[in-house]
């Protein structure tokens, strides 16, 4: 398999040269191969969140590199950066992150308004993903008017209505009862038999140690300890 | 239908209705003959807009002392010369020659 | 363009989720729209019937000025003036103010000496002997009387004077005659006990237009005691008088104006953290910063196109079709006899242009810095929740 | 006189430019001085933030150049009645000569404003923002234009005097005065046309040259002739152009065929002759930056469109100033 990301001496300072400077990331290198599913844990303050930030191109390193395929994007400006994320990344966030008073079918539009495909064509791609949540019968409700499980499902219809090669989820299931975080694994095994590769941050472990999951690093205060594989 | 689509028939809509009154209100030839008639057969000088003083009534032939000729604004009795200008610019004010402009007349 | 119109799209649709909001916002600034062009719309059309109408007054009035004050001419000036060069005509007029203390109003009376042919704004006939006379609508309406009735008048010596009315001029010169009651200039002088060797001023008709400053200048000259009054100055000041009030009236305006930017500002400023969440939504999907403020320029171009769009429309219709309710008791004043004119729809294109300038840009300008606040929120943001 | 609507407009919105531009300039120094696209601090990605700013801020100002261009004339136009003598928009500026001051700042700032949002669009496509530290400077140095165009529009207005008489178009593009726009007036219909018309054949020349091949000595010589055809339009306009929109021998005004009078053919004529001249000029001035790798691929992918945006420009300008020569029955030969 070849190797999707590679990174190599990452740091992230928060707040640098003020008194409130705060280390997030220290030198951390791994690489991910196309197809794989990597786990990242650790307690929550060890820099998980903002690793994964990192290799989803929602900010820039202090210092180090991260290349994704051929470009290294830790020194690209910010607007290249949304492209990025745009193309190549879908992302399913710990609060689902979805615009509540938009109908399920809007919120499931919004991360192809800035492409180059037309309104009708956006529509249909989002319906498309819809459907295969089994969400056709309820584009037009409000997304607050849906249960947790349902807007999980939406969430996740959102990170692959691009057509994303990795998808990035932090803390999919800490708001998920035991029986929708298996459906969860499940989705996430049949995306990751299709190709995608999957990077998760999580500390549950019904997670971590199922056998999607190929390889996991272990973070604390900012460092990996630990690198297991499967 | 998009509600881009809704929203811009709907102001172009509004639009064309506007700039539709506005054309036929400012292009529109406005028949002024018989008031003209009017006009010149009673010699009238003046609006009979605002007729509770007589220098509110003829603001052209109002006498020199009243509020219309006092500049600055003299204190004023009635509501109109509050609204009205003292000394509209122009009246019967110095004439100053430019030197590197051609005729006078 | 395709971008563009998607982003429209989710702006509209972003506006509606707030409508209550964006709704109020946009009935205050077309409000404020409404009122400016309304008094935009009626100076322009009241100077428009102004000085559109006034074109055939005299060219020429000539007064007498005795001790600062107005005073009657003599008729005598008649020949010193008629013996200049380029003087057509020169014509005693009679006419003069009557308050009457029954209906607390002025009326100006006018004496005609002879009018041959019909007038067509004027119902019934101008009067053809001292006993009868014409009067406006708004005279009409005070006293009561149709023609055929009768007008009493008490003159200088207290002692009561009737008149026949033989014609009511029609509503439509309501702005140029509401107020008037036409008596042969004879009977005029009767009522004012007015010498017959004077006159209120002098009319003087000129050959050839462009002398008409000159001859000005040269009645001043041989008159020195007189006061010349041109046409020219006459719609001159008609013409800057209601520039100078649409002017002012803006300039009150303006504190309305930026009152109500300070309201887009606060409203532009105080993000909620679930706007600021969204926007960080946005970003972290895949927007750019350019995408969030093109959302951002078009609510802003949402808000004012329509606010304005409707104002003018709401200002037309509250002017020319209703007579402008809201800004006639600011004309009118103490005046008892005001005009109840239809005013004939005239708007200046340049107006509507300045008023838009004058509201929008302020609105845009304050909505820059904000929404650039909103636009560089940092996608990570979502993340940290 | 300040309290007429369209001047009350006008200095509005020229404090809001100069308050926007300021800021802009202010962040634009702080760019110019900390600006290091090789380090990847929380300052320099505040500072590409401010980028943003910036841009926004200077593409509102020009929007509002463009309209604050059209309402100067358009006021000036209304307030010739003031003056006695003034006739249109030519006699009010004549009043104070401040006027015409005013119309040329504002001319530069056009031009300066439109090059400075094309080459910021350009740089923004790339990765590595070679223009970063040229185009703040620039945007330092637009910002006493604005100052001084406010300041000298404050000193016209303030200055008029509704009393004096002003000479009009009729005496300034009058054939027999001594000034430069007299001379322009004045000079041999033919002459005039003849150096209008070769002008106008070699800027269409060098345009089609340039969409065909791609030298970039072409380019250079596009600038050229489009600085050279600009200025003989403006002086072809009030030569022979308006004579014939006007179907008057004597008519010189540049000014009056923008009123309703004329169906507002102004408008078009020289919108078209802007953008003639503007993206025109742009290919020519691109080619110093195409030493910057990232830039000449923007550029070549753009210089089509501009070219042929330029072409489209000249079309409408010439059809509109040559509709009446060829079309109208007045004839400017026979006086």
Redesign the interface.
Known sequence: MSQLIIVERLHKI???HQPDEMTALQDISLQILAGEVVALTGPSGSGK?TL??LLGC??????GSIQLRDSNV???????L??I???T?G?V???Y??????SVL?NVM??L??S?Q??RE?KKAATAVLDQFELAGMLKKKVKQLSGGEQQRVAIA?ALV?DPEIIIA?EPTAHLDSELAQDLLQILAVLNAAGKTIVIATHDPSIYQSSLVQRRFDLRHGRIVEEHSR | MTRGTIYLIFIAVLLFMTTGLLITSSTGIIDLTEKRQLVQALGITDLSLSSEARYTRHPSQADLFSAFQDFPAAFEHFPTGSIIAPNPVGFFSRVKIQHHSGKQN | MLRQLKILEFTLSSLLRRKYKNLSLITVYAFTIATLGSVLFLTHALKMEATGSLTTAPELVVQRVAAGRHDLIPTAYTEVISKLPGVASVTPRVWGYYYDSLIKANLTLVGISSYQGDLELLEGRLPDNAEECAIGRGVAIAFGPAIGDDLVLEDSGKSRTVFKITGIFRAESNLLTNDLVVLQEAALRDFFSMDQKLATDLVVQVHNQREIKTLAKKIKYNLPDTRPITRDEILHTYDTLFNWRSGMMLAVAVAALISFCILAWDKATGISAEEKQEIGVLKAIGWETSDVLAVKFWEGTVISLTSFVLGILAAWIHVFAFGAPALVPLLKGWSVLFPEFQLTPAVDFYQVFVLGFLTIVPYLACTVIPSWKTAVTEPEYVMRG | MILHPGILALLCGSLITVLVMLLASWLGVQILLRWDMSSSSEEQLLLERKTWLVSTLLNYALGFQIFSVVLFIFTAEDIHRLFVGAMCATGSLNANLVGWLVLLVKGILLFAAAFWVVLNRLDQRTEDCPLVRPKYLALVLITPLVVLDLYLQWRYFSGLQPEVITSCCGSLFSAGGDSVASDLAGMPVRQAMLLFFSIIGSYLVVLSFCIVFKASVLRHLLFIVSVLMFFVSIGAVISFISPYIYQMPSHHCPFDMLQANYSYIGYPLYVGLFVATLYGMLPGLCQPLRKYASLRREIDSFEKRWLWVAMAGMLVFLTISCWQMLFGSFKLFGY
Do not use: C, G, W
């Open positions: 928060y707040h640098r969140t994964l930030s929602m900010s820039r390193p202090t210092s830790a020194k690209l400006p910010e607007r290249f949304a492209k994320r745009r193309e990344f992302f966030f710990q609060q992150n979805l615009v509540r008073d938009l809007e919004l991360p308004y800035p180059d037309s309104l956006i959102r691009a932090d």
